[in-house]
Antibody, heavy 121, light 110 residues
């Protein structure tokens, strides 16, 4: 079955860049779907960060757009998130997820288990 | 920007019906998706495209969407349904299409 697994540092210093990778197994990214990143600060709700199509076209949350880059590596069957100039407000569990495609990017049907990232010196 | 409004909490007795609302401007014109999240776990899709159920989701879960309100209905509520529930849409109405989540509703089974 399709599985997603996030990986990356659990601790990032303020002002540095947060980098996470999502490895996809059981499905080829180049076959379709959007692939997204969502985060959840401790005790709070879900926030969409951005989504990327297998071709590389992207959508970003306007509130984060100046700091976010999402890329895809079809040869490794994975996609990545970079968030620059992080502050404590970026401390959260970060999820990667597969996103259905209808007329627009739609539901996130398969999620990774999530990875906690803490921003602290 | 597009805003989805959910009640912070809903309580229901076992065996009864829980209804969780998701309000948004003309949300009936959008596709609404619902997620269940239990403590320490990743969200799970329970309803997509307003009223479709992914495989493995019980028929007790249903959805509707009209006007300014979408509703997730859980019939014959069980203790295992206690969780946070989030609605989500894709907003294409502005120059910057985006994913939007509601603030979440904590379902408590009494």
């Amino acid at each position: 079955q399709v599985q997603l697994q996030e990986s990356g540092p659990g601790l990032v210093k303020p002002s540095e860049t947060l980098s996470l990778t999502c490895a996809v197994s059981g499905y080829s990214i180049s076959s379709g779907y959007y692939w997204g990143w969502i985060r959840q600060p401790p005790g709070k709700g879900l926030e969409w960060i951005g989504s990327i199509y297998h071709s590389g076209s992207t959508y970003y949350n306007p509130s984060l757009k100046s700091r976010v880059t999402i890329s895809v590596d079809t040869s490794k069957n994975q996609f990545s998130l970079k968030l620059s100039s992080v502050t404590a407000a970026d401390t959260a569990v970060y999820y990667c997820a597969r996103q259905e495609v209808g007329a627009t990017p739609d539901a996130f049907d398969i999620w990774g288990q999530g990875t906690m990232v803490t921003v602290s010196s | 920007s597009y805003v989805l409004t959910q009640p912070p909490s809903v309580s229901v007795a076992p065996g009864k019906t829980a209804r969780i609302t998701c309000g948004g401007n003309n949300i009936g014109s959008k596709s609404v998706h619902w997620y269940q999240q239990k403590p320490g776990q990743a969200p799970v899709l329970v309803i997509y495209y307003d009223s479709d159920r992914p495989s493995g989701i019980p028929e007790r879960f249903s959805g509707s969407n009209s006007g300014n309100t979408a509703t997730l209905t859980i019939s014959r509520v069980e203790a295992g349904d206690e969780a946070d529930y989030y609605c989500q849409v894709w907003d294409s109405s502005s120059d910057h299409p985006r994913g939007v989540f509601g603030g979440g509703t904590k379902l408590t089974v009494l």
